[in-house]
Every structure is written in structure tokens, then in C-alpha cells.
């Protein structure tokens, strides 16, 4: 079942690419998702801007529930696809945001904020008429939708973290850096560099069939847009480090059910540390204990898996989801 939901994000996910260093657009012109998307258009700080989503509907009988799918910083709604397949077969509505600043949406300088974006995507429910849903955010994007249920609690049906980032202060550890210092790391960026961070980062057990994630990642760093995804990547870093919700998960008010990969050791800013460092944090295997302790309620689900289970083990995160939802 692994190889069908990976050969599924291939075949529905990927590339209009004729090689694996052909130059991508910033906003992913020529990278085909899995399902056709529609663009919400928005203003922010007197720029018009747009909001690129999927909205797809149930392939078997609708069950009556809307699930939205938040992606992490490196990724954007193209990861989603086996996801949104399985969820469809099952029923539910699910819409899939590329946050403003991330995939095919647009890239503005702008003040990049959880509480801006959560503003976002309350508007697009508001738009399609969604009055209540499940959230399910994965990395970056479970920072998002802690916020996203703080701020909308009316919103939000059941809360789903997958593996979130900010189950610690990162202030508290790691050096800050000016958004002028990150963007000279983020334009740096190669295929080599993303592969290797990938590789440390989210898939220690490296498969040929995660190439295609590096490919997208990596490819819009041959574009001459490149300096602004650059310093979007950089203000975009600077908000994961300056908005914690650590502090906030006991004043959550929704049903909530974390899913940990327990080897997942994830640091936004891991490589600003020394090993001593390293070894004292990032261990989500008690992070996620010690979060689902915090929130009212909370179930802890834990799987065998790194930062990113939904890929990395399809079949058991399917089985926890579901668990998760009902």
C-alpha cells in the first residue's frame, strides 16, 4: 500500500519537468497538483493578492464534514495528494490552502503573521460557506492551525496536529537572526543543500520516491524571482521564531488529537546549535506527551515515523487519521 499512495502523489502531484533541474516559478506555474485549483483573491497591506486552494469534493457519499489541510514552511499543498484521495473516498470535503507566501499563492513582502494567515483562511471558509471544520495542520502548518483554533474556535469541529513545530519556545535556545542574515541563507539554496536538509531533516531513511519533493523544493532556485521566494523563505522564519503557541495550548477549547512521529527530532533553526543543544531538544517522542498534557482533553497518537508521517508511513498515518477524526 506504501508504494500505491506514493506512485498516487507522483502520478497526480508532480511535474510539468522535462529534467530535475528545470527552473520552477515562484509560485509553481508549471508544477501540476493533484487537483484542480481556484485562486481567492485578497488584499493585504493595499497589495491584491491571491490565495491559490483546492477544493475537492467526496468521491464516495458525502458524510456532512469538511476537512482544511495546513502544509508545513518547505512545502505546500502538493504533498497533500494521497491525503486528500483517501479522505474524498471516505466522504469528506477537503480544502487545501497554499498559504499566502507559500506554492502557487502569491509572494508578497508583507508582515507575516500566524494571526494574518489564520485571518486568510477564515476567509476562504467564510467565501465557500463552511461554517464548521476539521483542521488538520502538519509542521508549520500545526502552528497555524493552534492559532487558526484560538482565534475561531466557532470554526474549528476537531483540531489535528501532525507532528506541529512550536511544542517549544525557540527563542529561549536558538541565536536570533536578523530576516537580512536568514535571507542569506535562504538564497544559497541548491539541490544538493535541500536534499541534505530534507535528508537530516524529515526522512533519515532516504527513498528514491521522496525525489520528487527536493525536485519541487528546489527547483524554483534557478528562477530570476528567486532573491523575493528567498526572502519570503526568511520573513516567513522569522514569524515561526518571533509567534510561539507553546504557551497558549491549555487555552484551547476545541476537541484536539495529536499525531506524533516519536523520531521525529525537528528544530526550526537546528543549525544554529551545537550538538549539546541538539541532544536537549526537538525530542518529539516527549514533546508530544508533554503537549497533549497542556491541552484539555488532548489524545496523543504516536507512530513509528520522522517529521513528515503522512509520507513516510501513508498507511499507518491513514489509520491514525481516522482514528484521529472519529
Not at 153 to 158: D, G, L, Q, R, S
Not at 172 to 188: A, D, G, L, R
Not at 214 to 222: C, D, K, M, Q, R
Amino acid at each position: 500500500m506504501k508504494k500505491i499512495y506514493f506512485c498516487i502523489a507522483l502520478l497526480f502531484t508532480t511535474l510539468t519537468l522535462f529534467a530535475q533541474n528545470d527552473t520552477l516559478s515562484i509560485t509553481l506555474e508549471n508544477v501540476r497538483y493533484g487537483y484542480p485549483i481556484k485562486f481567492l483573491p485578497t488584499t493585504i497591506e493595499q497589495q491584491a493578492l491571491r490565495m491559490a486552494y483546492m477544493d475537492v469534493p467526496a468521491t464516495a457519499k458525502s458524510n456532512g464534514h469538511t476537512i482544511i489541510l495546513f502544509h508545513g514552511k518547505n512545502f505546500a499543498g502538493y504533498y497533500w495528494t494521497a491525503v486528500i484521495r483517501f479522505l474524498t473516498e471516505a466522504g469528506y470535503r477537503v480544502i487545501v490552502p497554499d498559504q499566502i507566501g507559500f506554492g502557487k499563492s502569491s509572494k508578497p513582502y508583507i508582515h507575516y503573521s500566524f494571526h494574518q494567515l489564520a485571518m486568510q483562511n477564515k476567509k476562504l471558509l467564510d467565501t465557500l460557506k463552511i461554517e464548521k471544520t476539521i483542521v488538520l495542520g502538519h509542521s508549520m502548518g500545526g502552528m497555524l492551525a493552534t492559532r487558526f483554533a484560538l482565534l475561531f474556535p466557532e470554526k474549528v469541529e476537531k483540531l489535528i496536529l501532525e507532528n506541529p513545530i512550536g511544542l517549544e519556545d525557540y527563542r529561549t535556545f536558538v541565536p536570533y537572526v536578523s530576516i537580512e542574515q536568514q535571507y542569506k541563507t535562504e538564497i544559497k539554496a541548491t539541490r544538493e543543500s535541500v536534499k541534505k536538509y530534507y535528508q537530516s531533516s524529515y526522512f533519515p531513511q532516504w527513498k528514491p520516491e521522496y525525489d520528487w519533493l527536493v525536485t519541487i523544493a528546489s527547483g524554483v532556485s534557478n528562477s530570476s524571482d528567486f532573491p523575493r521566494y528567498a526572502k519570503v523563505s526568511a520573513m516567513t522564519y522569522e514569524m515561526i521564531y518571533e509567534e510561539p503557541v507553546v504557551y497558549e495550548f491549555s487555552l484551547l477549547k476545541v476537541p484536539t488529537v495529536l499525531i506524533i512521529g516519536t523520531n521525529d527530532r525537528t528544530i526550526v533553526g537546528k543549525d544554529k546549535l551545537d550538538d549539546e543543544q541538539k541532544r536537549q531538544h526537538g525530542n518529539y517522542a516527549e514533546l508530544g506527551k508533554q503537549t497533549a498534557s497542556k491541552i484539555p482533553g488532548a489524545r496523543l497518537i504516536e507512530l513509528n515515523s520522522s517529521h513528515v508521517p503522512h509520507i513516510e508511513i501513508p498507511d499507518e498515518f491513514k489509520k491514525a487519521l481516522f482514528q484521529a477524526i472519529r
